[in-house]
């Protein structure tokens, strides 16, 4: 599942190719892609209105229209190519937004999971999606103190934690690893046991790993491309998920099922703490 540098990347790309660009029609061919409002409201709103920003929310993408904000969730597979209006579309091509400059922007998604919801400027966040988002991992607001005040009730595994959106958005299971990794944190520890020098470390590894990722494009796992076939280079970056061997000690990788998530640790370099 694209986590947030994937996204980042893919917001990077569009907003070289459709900036500026507006909407004279919208075609969905699976109506279950949009999630608010209806379809026939959703084509009528989106029609004459010209995509002026494209940001990010966590996972989420934010095309900036004239009077509304179109979100899209790429879930599992979800990918954005610019192709001509003439162009054969494919059976995974779901939705497409054609421009008055007769190209199209096509949304492909082979699993259908990704979701689109439409809002108004003035509401987009105070609902849902975006209204139980937690802060960005940049934001200055994180700080060892909110952690804490956060993590404070929470009897469950760190590694659960950090996949918790309303906390920190952004970090999906990938990540999750290497900032453990770096963080020499083990999975399992429980959040409500990590001291406030460890809650900074996860701090500045989940700045450090996702920067890194942004700059190397994000990370190609199984089914996953940015766009226009722009595969993430942070792949051969990685540390700890996804390997046999750590690169510090040099012992097996362990990989098991923490909170239904396959997790890969070290437990040489990740001691456990305890509570």
């Not at 105070?126 to 929470?154: A, H, I, M, R």
Request: proline letters at 4%.
């Amino acid at each position: 599942m694209p986590e947030l540098p994937e996204v980042e990347t893919v917001k990077n790309i569009l907003k070289t190719k459709v900036l500026g660009k507006k909407i004279v029609d919208v075609v969905i061919s699976y109506p279950n892609i949009v999630a608010h409002p209806s379809i026939s409201e959703f084509q009528k709103r989106m029609k004459s209105q010209t995509i002026r920003d494209i940001q990010r929310r966590g996972k989420w993408l934010l095309f900036i229209l004239d009077d509304d904000v179109l979100l899209s969730h790429l879930r599992m597979e979800g990918k954005y190519n610019l192709k001509n209006k003439n162009d054969l579309r494919t059976k995974h091509e779901h939705v497409s937004f054609l421009f008055s400059d007769d190209t199209e922007l096509r949304y492909h998604d082979t699993r259908k999971f990704g979701r689109m919801y439409l809002y108004s400027k003035n509401e987009v966040m105070q609902v849902e999606p975006l209204l139980s988002l937690g802060l960005e991992p940049w934001d200055e607001n994180l700080t060892e103190s909110y952690l804490k005040k956060k993590f404070s009730k929470k009897n469950i595994p760190i590694k659960t934690a950090l996949l918790d959106q309303t906390i920190i958005s952004g970090i999906g299971n990938i990540y999750d690893d290497e900032i453990l990794f770096l963080s020499h944190i083990h999975p399992k520890t429980k959040s409500n046991a990590l001291s406030k020098r460890q809650l900074r470390t996860i701090i500045d590894m989940t700045r450090l790993v996702l920067q890194k990722a942004i700059e190397q494009g994000g990370t190609t796992i199984r089914s996953f491309e940015a766009s226009e076939g722009v595969h993430g280079r942070f792949q051969h970056e990685l540390s700890i998920h996804g390997k046999n061997e750590c690169p510090i000690c040099h012992n097996p990788v362990m990989k098991e099922f923490i909170g239904g998530r396959g997790t890969y640790y070290c437990k040489h370099c990740q001691k456990k703490t305890y509570k």
